[in-house]
């Protein structure tokens, strides 16, 4: 403002020097006046119409309505303070439920926990007790063969009815060669192989082939008798079969050798055949003891069978005789050696060679 008087002065001043002193003044005046109309005053006049407005508007809600709306906040505010109380409760008592379950929880958890402690003592204790019987039981093993051998040092050297002696291949220890066996029920000596390089010693070869040099397609009379070479192939004879495995009872062991140059065993802890009459009927094959898997070779009560003397049922025996046949692929016998299979897998698996023993049952075996 004083800026605006200062260049207002000035002006009189100028408009002084060309007009009259007293008409310069009041036209000052009357500029002042109007500057104070249209600008200060009205500025003035706004600012406090305005402070009017805000101070009428603040006294409206100071009044009543300003008065209940803090009453609603305030009501809104204590419902919301109830309600956080009850929450803060609940919470509360979550929480002591917690609590209880993490005690329950934790005394269960010590339970089980002495439970399993507990069974795992009671696992130890038969696991020792378990070796402590294996060990008592391989010590009364051990003290029956040593019964066993004194009982057969002692026994009279067994004879025949001839008083000759009776020679089996369990006589020639450790022979892999052609010896004289001499056995109850078979009038004369006979030649035979005896094996002692593949599972132990003592055990007669009943039956091998293994190139095709032999014919196995014989007649029941072959069969019987036996045929081939004891040095290459050849089968041992059901008569002989029979009577030996009569007098004492005797393990079969079979030996396989396929074109995947594998060697498999197939072992019965019992073979005993019948005779003549029964048609060298299989009367008994005991456990069968393998590395082979599904190998379905021999069963019980299942007669012998030659292209003279069908006593198969199976079509798989057509043409494939010499063998106790039963519903399988394998005849150790088939006639042709490039037909020689066994069953494994429900598969037919060609066969290279095969070598089939029999030897005096061991009670308890080594
Ligand atoms: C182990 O054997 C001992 C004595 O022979 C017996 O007292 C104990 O109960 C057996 N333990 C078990 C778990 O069978
Ligand atoms: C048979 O072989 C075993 C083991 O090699 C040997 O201890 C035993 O003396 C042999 N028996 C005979 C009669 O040669
Ligand atoms: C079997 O063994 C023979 C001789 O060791 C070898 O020549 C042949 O390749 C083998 N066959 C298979 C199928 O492994
Ligand atoms: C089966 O056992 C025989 C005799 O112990 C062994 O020579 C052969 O390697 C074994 N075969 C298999 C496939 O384990």
Redesign the pocket.
């Known amino acids: 403002m004083s800026m605006l008087i200062l260049f207002l002065i000035c002006c009189a001043t100028f408009s002084g020097s060309t007009g009259n002193y007293h008409n310069g003044l009041d036209i000052v005046k009357d500029t002042i006046t109007g500057l104070e109309e249209k600008c200060g005053t009205c500025g003035y006049q706004k600012l406090s119409s305005q402070t009017s407005e805000t101070s009428e508007t603040i006294q409206k809600y100071t009044s009543q309505e300003y008065e209940s709306i803090i009453k609603e906040k305030d009501s809104q505010i204590t419902k919301l303070q109830v309600q956080l109380a009850s929450k803060k409760e609940n919470i509360k008592d979550f929480k002591k439920q917690l609590e209880i379950k993490t005690v329950e929880c934790e005394a269960r958890l010590e339970e089980k926990s002495n439970q399993l402690a507990d069974q795992k003592s009671i696992i130890q204790s038969l696991v020792a007790n378990c070796s402590s019987g294996t060990q008592q039981i391989n010590e009364l093993q051990n003290k029956v063969k040593f019964l066993e051998i004194q009982m057969e040092a002692l026994r009279p050297k067994a004879v025949l009815e001839n008083n000759k002696e009776i020679l089996t291949c369990e006589s020639f220890?450790?022979s892999s060669k052609i010896e004289v066996l001499q056995i109850p029920g078979i009038a004369e000596p006979f030649s035979a192989l005896c094996d002692?390089e593949v599972a132990g010693?003592g055990w007669i070869v009943i039956q091998r082939r293994f190139d095709g040099s032999v014919n196995f397609d014989r007649i029941w009379e072959d069969y019987r008798f036996g045929f081939g070479n004891l040095n290459g192939e050849f089968f041992f004879g059901l008569e002989k079969l029979h009577q030996i495995t009569k007098w004492k009872p005797h393990e079969l062991y079979i030996q396989l050798k396929d074109y995947n140059n594998r060697t498999l065993y197939v072992r019965f802890e019992q073979f005993e055949i019948e005779n003549e009459e029964s048609d060298y009927m299989i009367k008994r094959v005991g456990n069968c003891i393998t590395n082979a898997t599904n190998v379905k070779i021999l069963q019980k009560n299942i007669k012998f069978n030659t292209r003279d003397k069908i006593n198969c049922k199976y079509f798989s025996c057509v043409g494939s005789y010499g063998w106790w046949h039963i519903a399988s692929m394998s005849n150790l016998n088939v006639p042709k050696y490039s037909q020689l299979y066994w069953e494994e897998y429900n598969k037919a698996i060609k066969v290279k060679s095969t070598k089939m023993m029999i030897k005096p049952k061991r009670w308890l075996q080594d």
Do not use: F, I, L, V
Request: charged residues 25%; negative net charge.
């Open positions: 220890e450790n002692a010693s």
